[in-house]
């Protein structure tokens, strides 16, 4: 298996021309797949939405596996390869793959591609949340697809490219977005509704990553973590007085942890407060294919579902 190596590097290799043979390589392995559009996302969730839209008629690769935190990553000489054939690129935009070491816009660079040319962000048309940490309230909080109204958002903009880029199948992309659409509509209804019998004072969200804000306000509910978004910084003795402090100040009988974190910092939040871990939630990725939430409707409704739930336990 490769082993990852730094962008930088990348960079070199392509100067030396050994990434461009790596590419071609490549293509020729692939060439019977040559009549598809080919896409690359950053993440798992983008990469589902993309084959809901583009069915048989693209080929999709991921960038960061599921299980695996975006906000930094380092890219793999697949990687680099992938993005360089790639006729279009999507990635999430608000800060998640561009903050931080930057990695993607440093992978676009060495692949050539050009923003709203070959690489697009999906989370164009939403309005943005931002951070509430004291100095980063003017950056963008990234997780704008845990609210299904901007997921639906995402995947307008996704088909409204596949259909640019590929007008042989533009009618059977919009077929496909208007059934997919309809379906992430119905849920986004639902879960409207879906926390009105739960009193104000249980309603209070704990997580490890202040991922959820975009979901809280979607439907009803508060969000409360121990870091903001991930970062080096996780789990110091400021921010669990801080999320231990809320706590307090609620009903709450229930906690969360997501599955692309360690859990490490919220089993000492359940052990300092008594409170169980009632499930895993999913946050920057898909569960891994085969398994409940590996789609991001299914994700999303694991999600609904199990927060429910755990703040009705008793």
Do not use: C
């Amino acid at each position: 298996m490769l082993k990852k190596i730094s962008i930088v590097l990348l960079i070199v290799l392509v100067a030396g021309g050994s990434i461009v043979a790596f590419v071609k390589n490549r293509h020729e392995q692939t060439n019977a797949k040559s009549d598809e559009l080919r896409v690359v996302t950053t993440n798992s969730i983008l990469e589902d939405m993309v084959e809901q839209v583009g069915g048989k008629d693209v080929d999709v690769y991921s960038i960061v596996k599921r299980g695996t935190d975006p906000h930094e990553y380092d890219p793999t000489t697949n990687d680099i390869a992938a993005a360089t054939e790639a006729d279009v690129l999507f990635h999430n935009g608000l800060n998640l793959e561009t903050g931080g070491s930057g990695w993607f816009n440093k992978l676009t660079k060495t692949a050539n591609k050009r923003d709203n040319k070959e690489v697009f962000a999906a989370s164009k048309n939403v309005k943005p949340m931002y951070l509430t940490e004291s100095g980063k309230e003017n950056e963008t909080d990234p997780h704008a697809w845990l609210d299904l109204n901007n997921g639906v958002k995402y995947v307008k903009l996704i088909s409204q490219v596949l259909q640019e880029k590929d007008p042989r199948h533009a009618e059977a992309y919009q077929k496909r977005t208007d059934t997919y659409v309809k379906k992430l509509q119905a849920l986004h209804t639902e879960a409207q509704h879906k926390f009105a019998d739960i009193p104000a004072s249980q309603r209070l969200l704990v997580t490890s990553e202040g991922a959820f804000k975009y979901f809280s306000k979607a439907y009803g509910i508060t969000p409360a973590f121990i870091w903001e978004i991930n970062t080096e910084a996780q789990g110091t003795p400021e921010q669990m007085k801080q999320v231990l402090a809320k706590i307090d100040n609620s009903d709450v009988k229930s906690l969360f942890v997501e599955s692309s974190v360690s859990p490490k910092s919220m089993k000492q939040v359940s052990k300092e407060t008594n409170l169980p871990i009632y499930s895993k939630i999913y946050t920057d990725s898909l569960a891994k294919k085969g398994t409940k939430g590996d789609t991001y409707y299914d994700m999303v409704k694991w999600n609904i579902d199990k927060i429910h739930d755990g703040m009705l336990a008793k």
